[in-house]
C-alpha cells in the first residue's frame, strides 16, 4: 500500500520496523502521496429481464432490492388471443378426429367389400389415401396446438442469472410488448468504479492498494483495472473489494487513491508519546536522552506495522529511542 518505511538502523546494522527497545537512526522515506475521490458501488454484470411475448402483466413477483436466482419465475405476463387460438385448435382437432374415425371405418369396409368383388382396388386406394390424410392433418394442428401452448409457457418472465434486482419499470396489469423490459438485475459481483481525473492517469498503477471509507469503516481494495479510453476528462478505473457493503447500488464511497510519492519521516506510533495535547518522542543527544516536541502526522502503515508520520520536530540523522 505505501513503499518502504524508513530506514532504522542500531548498532551500525539495519532492523525491521518494529524492533525492539534501543535507538534507531532516522532517515526519509517514501510515501505516498494520495488523493480523495468517490467511488461507486456497481454490479459487475447488469441483465436485462424481457418479456418474451407481448400481453398484460398478470402476475408481477419483484420489487427493488429482491434477490434472484437465474431461472425463477418473476412476473407472468398474459396474453387472452392465445388461449382462444388454442381452443379452435381443439375444436379443429375434434372434427378431424371423427373424420378419421368416418375414414377408418370407410377403409375397413371397402377391405371386406373388395374381398366378394363388390369394390375396386382403385376405390380402396381412394379412401386409403383419404384416410392417410386426415392422419396426417391431424398431425399438423396439434404440432400447431403444441407452438401455441409454448407460446403462452413463454409468458413466464424468467430471471437471466443470480442476483439482485435494480429496477423494475413495469407495473401490475400493465400492457408489455414483446421484448419490453421487466427487471433489470445486478449480478456477479460488485466493485467500486472511480471516475480519476485525467491529470493522475500515469500515476495509477494495476494491483495498487487502496484505501477506502464507506459507512465508517476502513476497508482495503486493489486497482483491478484501467480504462484505456479518457471520458470527459477522467480516468475510469476498477477496484476490487472485499466485504464492500452492496445494500445500495450506486452508493459513493470515499477512496483514497495513491497518485505519486513524497519523502518524510516516520517514526513507529508506539515511539510517540502525548501528555498535555503535546507529542513528545525521545531523542539521544550526546549520550543522553532528550524529550523533543514533535507534530504529528497521519498514520502510515507499512506491511501491517503501524507507524506515524512525523511533520516537524524530527530530521533525517536524529537518533529516536524506543521503548
Given at each position: 500500500m505505501i513503499g518502504r518505511l524508513i530506514a532504522l538502523l542500531l548498532a551500525g546494522a539495519c532492523?525491521?520496523?518494529?524492533?525492539?527497545?534501543g535507538t534507531l537512526t532516522l532517515q526519509p522515506t517514501a510515501i505516498p502521496e494520495l488523493k480523495a475521490v468517490y467511488g461507486q458501488v456497481e454490479a459487475r454484470d447488469s441483465v436485462l429481464a424481457r418479456s418474451r411475448i407481448g400481453g398484460t402483466m398478470v402476475d408481477l413477483r419483484i420489487t427493488?432490492?429482491?434477490?434472484?436466482?437465474a431461472g425463477d419465475v418473476i412476473a407472468v405476463v398474459k396474453d387472452d388471443k392465445i388461449?382462444?387460438?388454442?381452443?379452435?385448435v381443439d375444436a379443429q382437432l375434434l372434427g378431424l378426429q371423427a373424420s378419421l374415425k368416418n375414414a377408418v371405418a370407410e377403409l375397413e369396409r371397402a377391405e371386406r367389400l373388395i374381398?366378394?368383388?363388390a369394390a375396386t382396388a382403385q376405390r380402396l386406394d381412394q379412401i386409403r389415401t383419404e384416410t392417410d390424410v386426415i392422419r396426417n392433418q391431424i398431425a399438423a394442428t396439434e404440432a400447431q396446438r403444441s407452438v401455441l401452448v409454448e407460446q403462452a409457457?413463454?409468458?413466464d418472465v424468467l430471471a437471466p442469472g443470480d442476483g439482485r434486482v435494480l429496477k423494475v419499470p413495469v407495473t401490475q396489469d400493465a400492457v408489455v410488448m414483446p421484448g419490453e423490459v421487466v427487471a433489470n438485475i445486478g449480478g456477479g459481483g460488485f466493485y467500486l468504479r472511480l471516475a480519476i481525473p485525467?491529470?493522475?492517469?500515469?500515476?495509477?498503477r494495476q494491483g495498487a492498494q487502496i484505501r477506502i471509507s464507506a459507512a465508517g469503516e476502513a476497508l482495503s481494495g486493489?486497482?483491478?483495472?484501467?480504462?484505456?479510453?479518457?471520458?470527459?476528462?477522467?480516468?475510469?478505473?476498477?477496484v476490487e473489494v472485499e466485504k464492500l457493503n452492496t445494500e445500495f447500488v450506486n452508493a459513493r464511497v470515499l477512496v483514497e487513491l495513491p497518485i505519486?510519492?513524497?519523502?518524510?519521516?516516520?517514526?513507529?506510533?508506539?515511539?510517540?508519546?502525548?501528555?498535555?495535547?503535546?507529542?513528545?518522542?525521545?531523542?539521544s543527544e550526546n549520550g543522553k536522552t532528550v524529550e523533543r516536541a514533535v507534530i504529528a502526522g497521519q498514520p502510515v502503515d507499512i506491511d501491517g506495522v503501524p507507524g506515524i508520520e512525523i511533520l516537524t520536530g524530527l530530521v533525517a540523522g536524529d537518533i529516536l529511542v524506543t521503548p
Open positions: 532492523l525491521p520496523f518494529a524492533a525492539d527497545a427493488e432490492g429482491d434477490t434472484v436466482k388461449d382462444f387460438q388454442i381452443k379452435a374381398k366378394s368383388g409457457n413463454e409468458g485525467e491529470r493522475h492517469a500515469m500515476a495509477l486493489t486497482l483491478a483495472k484501467i480504462y484505456p479510453q479518457i471520458e470527459n476528462g477522467r480516468v475510469i478505473a476498477d505519486g510519492e513524497r519523502r518524510a519521516i516516520v517514526i513507529p506510533r508506539g515511539a510517540l508519546v502525548t501528555r498535555s495535547g503535546i507529542d513528545f518522542v525521545s531523542i
